[in-house]
Every structure is written in structure tokens, then in C-alpha cells.
């Protein structure tokens, strides 16, 4: 089955740093990489949307300019908190689209990256 | 936009059967999923319906009435291990998924 990874599983920074994320998909390609966000007990919630050579979009409300994303190749999404503060502090999950299996729109999620922002 | 709604908690005993419902109003569908999660961890897909009725899989099966805007997961013959969160998504006509906030289960013995 298709396989995404997510690196690193989790991360602990001063407030005021950058962090990076980096979410692969290992055995397929993904033109189409999401960024979700999980607050505890909250459920997960979409960010944006990277596409592979393009600007990703945005969901309302994410600032983009905090957010960073790169969806560099095929295989490979970046987010990059950066100015990370207190409040950023939450479970980043990736997901990827695999255009093999076309028919079950499905999304493959990566493992998830737990930042705590100190 | 989407609002998914499901259930925040039930609890069951060991070897008991489990539905859990969602509703959800949406202005695109392009199918809706069921996910596990267990806590810290990501989603592992169980099922997805894009036309109407039942889909099987083994334990699980997963049911949707698109004119009611309703779906339901069932899972049958209850395992402590099934102790998790399930998540109702719905696939918007632009291929985002808008997740519900997700049904606790828990499994007595």
C-alpha cells in the first residue's frame, strides 16, 4: 500500500525559532500533499493544500506567511512554522493523494510530527 | 462548506456491536470515509462510500444515505484494541477533506 512518512515525529523549540517539517510519500507519487492540524481532543483540521510546483493554498484563517510550504518534487511537502510560538504547539499531519488509485480519492496520512513549542 | 456531526463518546462491552452515526450537510460530495485513530497517532483509514448502501469489511461496515446526508460505521464483534477515536470525513467536490470531531469509543471487558 501506499506509504507516507513524516519527519521528524516529533520536535521541541523555544518560542521565536523555526521549525521543519517534511512529509514524503514513499512509494507513489503525489501531486497533492495536505497539511492538517490536531489540537487535543479536537479533530483534525485542513490548513492547506500543496501542490506540487505551485503556491499551495490555504484554508481560512492559516496565515500563510507563518506557514510555509514547499511542495518541491513529486514526492516531497515542507511546512515550516516559523516565529513558532506557545499556541503552535499541536500534532501536524501530512496526507498525500496517490493518482494510481484515482477511483477511491483516497488520502494516505503520514504519522504525524508532535511540536511543542516551549 | 461542511458540518459533520457524530457522537463525542459510547462505550460498549467486549464482543458487543457499536454504530456510530454521522450526519453531515455539504455544498460538493465527493464520497465520505471512516477513519480510526488511535491517540497520537495518525488516522488509519477503515472504509468509504461514494454511492448508497452498505460496504462490508470484515468487522466493519460503513453505510451512507446521500439523499439524508447520513452515514454510519458499525463495528461488530467488539476487541478491547478497537478502543479508539473514529472519524467521519466527508470528500468535498474539490478533493479536501473536512473531518468530524471524531466519536470516542471505549471497550469494557
Known amino acids: 500500500g501506499a506509504v507516507v512518512s513524516q519527519h521528524p515525529s516529533w520536535v521541541i523549540c523555544k518560542s521565536g525559532t523555526s521549525v521543519k517539517i517534511e512529509c514524503r510519500s514513499l512509494d507513489f507519487q503525489a501531486t497533492t500533499m495536505f497539511w492538517y492540524r490536531q489540537f487535543p481532543k479536537q479533530s483534525l483540521m485542513l490548513m492547506a493544500t500543496?501542490?506540487?510546483?505551485?503556491?499551495?493554498?490555504?484554508e481560512q484563517g492559516v496565515e500563510k506567511d507563518k506557514f510555509l510550504i514547499n511542495h518541491a518534487s513529486l514526492t516531497l511537502s515542507t511546512l515550516t512554522v516559523t516565529s513558532a510560538h506557545p499556541e503552535d504547539s499541536s500534532f501536524y499531519i501530512c496526507?498525500?493523494?496517490?493518482?494510481?488509485?484515482?477511483?477511491?480519492?483516497?488520502?494516505?496520512f503520514g504519522p504525524g510530527t508532535r511540536l511543542t513549542v516551549l | 462548506g461542511q458540518n459533520i456531526d457524530q457522537p463525542t463518546e459510547m462505550t460498549a462491552t467486549e464482543g458487543a456491536i457499536v454504530q456510530i452515526n454521522c450526519t453531515y450537510q455539504?455544498?460538493?460530495?465527493?464520497?465520505l470515509f471512516w477513519y480510526q485513530q488511535h491517540a497520537g497517532e495518525a488516522p488509519t483509514f477503515l472504509s468509504y462510500?461514494?454511492?448508497?448502501g452498505l460496504e462490508e469489511k470484515g468487522r466493519f461496515s460503513s453505510f451512507l444515505s446521500r439523499s439524508k446526508g447520513y452515514s454510519y460505521l458499525l463495528l461488530k464483534e467488539l476487541q478491547m484494541k478497537d478502543s479508539a477515536s473514529y472519524l467521519c470525513?466527508?470528500?468535498?467536490?474539490?478533493?479536501?477533506?473536512?473531518f468530524g470531531a471524531g466519536t470516542t469509543v471505549t471497550v469494557r471487558a
Open positions: 500543496s501542490n506540487e510546483g505551485s503556491k499551495a493554498t490555504y
Open positions: 455539504t455544498s460538493g460530495f465527493n464520497g
Open positions: 496526507s498525500a493523494r496517490d493518482l494510481g488509485q484515482g477511483d477511491y480519492n483516497e488520502q494516505f
Open positions: 470525513a466527508v470528500l468535498s467536490s474539490d478533493y479536501k477533506l473536512s
Open positions: 462510500n461514494v454511492l448508497d
